[in-house]
């Protein structure tokens, strides 16, 4: 069992950065793929980015590429999400889930366990 808990979330202007942090509990972190996702308003929760157990490989959606880093660190059981150029349609839910195996996806129902999400808010 992984137990995740995100922080960091707020309301925050567009252009503004915010970074979100996952705290992991539980069996190893360092072995489990991990992501972020989001669900806005009205909206399917949406993949946003993934990262690998070593931290060495990373993919982002192309709607964030260039704005949004993930990182992780495995000493701390934590992973992030930087954000920075945020845009109004970034306003969502924000969820952080791992998987069990490292296989790379972006469907969430191949995510085990997952965090209870933070909100952002984006305003114009």
């Known amino acids: 069992q992984v137990q995740l808990v995100e922080a960091g979330g707020g309301l925050v202007q567009a252009g503004d950065s915010l970074t979100l942090s996952c705290a992991a509990s539980g069996r190893t972190f360092g072995t489990n793929l991990m992501a972020w996702f989001r669900q806005a308003p009205g909206k399917e929760r949406e993949f946003v980015a993934g990262i690998r157990p070593s931290g060495g490989t990373t993919y982002a959606s192309d709607y964030v590429k260039g704005r949004f880093t993930i990182s992780r660190d495995n000493a701390k059981n934590t992973m992030y999400l930087q954000m920075i150029s945020l845009k109004p349609e970034d306003t969502a839910v924000y969820y952080c889930?791992?998987?069990?195996?490292?296989?790379?996806?972006?469907?969430?129902?191949?995510?085990?366990?997952w965090g209870q999400g933070t909100q952002v808010t984006v305003s114009s």
């Open positions: 889930a791992a998987k069990n195996s490292m296989a790379w996806s972006i469907a969430q129902n191949e995510y085990h366990y």
